[in-house]
C-alpha cells in the first residue's frame, strides 16, 4: 500500500512563482506536534510572567495603600491631639458652670474615661493583624483614643445639659420669687402674730405689711406669676392674688381699682392696680401678703430695695 504523502505549497509576491514540498504523513504529524507543544510552552511562560507582573503589580498597590493609609492615620492623630485639647478646655468651663448650678464637680478619674466601657476589641482581633501587625497596632491605638474622648465628650454633654436644666430653674425660681416693694409709700404696720387693730379696738394676728401711699398710688407685681383671683374678699376689701409658682403666691389687698384679669401672666414690675380703701381700711393703703404653700410669711424678708420706709 502506497504511502500517503502530504505536499506543501508555498506561494511567493514576487515573480518567482510557487514552490511545492512534500512531506510524509509521519513527518507532517510530527511537526505539526512539535508546532502545538511550543505554542502551549510559549503559552505556559507567558501566562506565568503575565501572573507574576500583576502579582508584582498588586504587592506595589498593596504597599502604596498601606503607605496612604499610615499618612492618613499620622494626620488624624494629629486631629485627635487638637480634639483631645479642646475637650480639655471645654471640660475646665463645665467645671465652671456645674459650681455657677450648684453642683459638684465631676471626679476626674471619671472625667477622663467618659461614660461607657472601651469595648473588646483588641489589636489581634483587628483584620490587619495577619496582614501588618504594626499597621494594625497603630490603627487599635487610634481608634481607642477616638473612642475615649468619643465617650468623654458624651459625659461633657450630659453634664452641661444638667447644668443648663439647673441654672434654668434657678432663674425661673429667682423670676418667680417676690423682692420688690408692691408701691412707692410707709410701712405703716408690720408682720405681727398679734396687733392691736384701730378699727375693731382689739389684738388680732397682721399676716402682712400695710404700705401708706396716696390713693391712686399704682401697685405692682412683686414678681412674675400668673393672676389667680381679683375681686372682693371681705375685709381685704377689692383683692388681687398672684401665683408665681413653686408654692409662692402674693396678696395685694385694699385696692381701688384692678387693671388685670384673672389668668393674665405678669412680669416683675407691671402695674396690676391702684392703692385704695376698700374693705377694712381706715385710710388708703396696701396690705401686701407672701405666702408660700398657702401660709403667710413675713414680706420684710422678700423685699430687696428701700423703696418703703421702715415703721
Known amino acids: ?21 512534500r512531506l510524509n504523513r509521519e513527518i507532517a504529524q510530527i511537526g505539526i506536534a512539535a508546532a502545538l507543544l511550543l505554542f502551549a510552552v510559549l503559552g505556559s511562560l507567558g501566562t506565568r510572567l503575565l501572573f507574576h507582573a500583576e502579582e508584582a503589580v498588586g504587592e506595589h498597590i498593596l504597599a502604596r495603600r498601606a503607605a496612604l493609609l499610615e499618612a492618613e492615620l499620622e494626620s488624624l492623630e494629629t486631629q485627635v491631639d487638637s480634639l483631645r485639647s479642646s475637650l480639655g478646655s471645654l471640660e475646665d468651663k463645665d467645671e465652671f458652670y456645674r459650681l455657677l448650678a450648684g453642683l459638684e464637680p465631676i471626679d476626674p478619674e471619671v472625667r477622663q474615661v467618659g461614660i461607657g466601657g472601651p469595648g473588646l476589641e483588641t489589636v ?4 490587619l493583624s495577619g496582614v501588618d501587625p504594626a499597621l494594625a497596632g497603630y ?5 481607642s ?13 450630659l453634664s452641661w445639659v444638667e447644668a443648663r436644666q439647673t441654672l434654668e430653674e434657678k432663674v425661673a425660681r429667682l423670676q418667680a420669687t417676690p423682692s420688690i416693694v408692691p408701691t412707692v409709700g410707709w410701712v405703716s404696720s408690720g408682720f405681727s402674730s398679734s396687733r392691736w387693730h384701730p378699727i375693731l ?3 388680732r394676728p397682721h399676716l402682712g405689711i400695710d404700705i401708706v401711699a396716696p390713693r391712686g398710688t399704682p401697685i405692682i407685681a412683686a414678681a412674675r406669676g400668673r393672676v389667680r383671683s381679683v375681686g372682693v374678699q371681705g375685709e381685704y376689701g377689692l383683692t388681687i392674688e398672684v ?12 385696692t381701688s381699682k384692678t387693671s388685670v384679669r384673672v389668668g393674665q401672666p405678669v412680669e416683675r414690675g407691671d402695674v396690676i392696680g391702684f392703692v385704695g380703701q376698700s374693705g377694712l381700711a381706715i385710710g388708703p393703703h396696701l396690705h401686701y401678703e407672701v405666702l408660700v404653700n398657702g ?3 413675713n414680706p420684710r424678708r422678700f423685699i430687696f430695695d428701700g423703696q418703703a420706709i421702715p415703721d
Not at 139 to 143: F, G
Request: hydrophobic share 35%; charged share 25%; proline share 2%.
Open 1 to 21: 500500500m502506497a504511502r500517503r504523502k502530504w505536499t506543501l505549497v508555498v506561494l511567493s509576491d514576487g515573480l518567482s512563482g510557487s514552490r511545492r514540498l
Open 124 to 127: 489581634e482581633s483587628h483584620s
Open 139 to 143: 490603627v487599635h491605638q487610634v481608634s
Open 145 to 157: 483614643e477616638l473612642g475615649t474622648l468619643a465617650r468623654r465628650a458624651r459625659l461633657l454633654s
Open 201 to 203: 379696738s382689739r389684738p
Open 243 to 254: 401665683d408665681h409658682g413653686f408654692g409662692t403666691a402674693t396678696r395685694y389687698a385694699h
Open 295 to 297: 401660709r403667710q410669711m
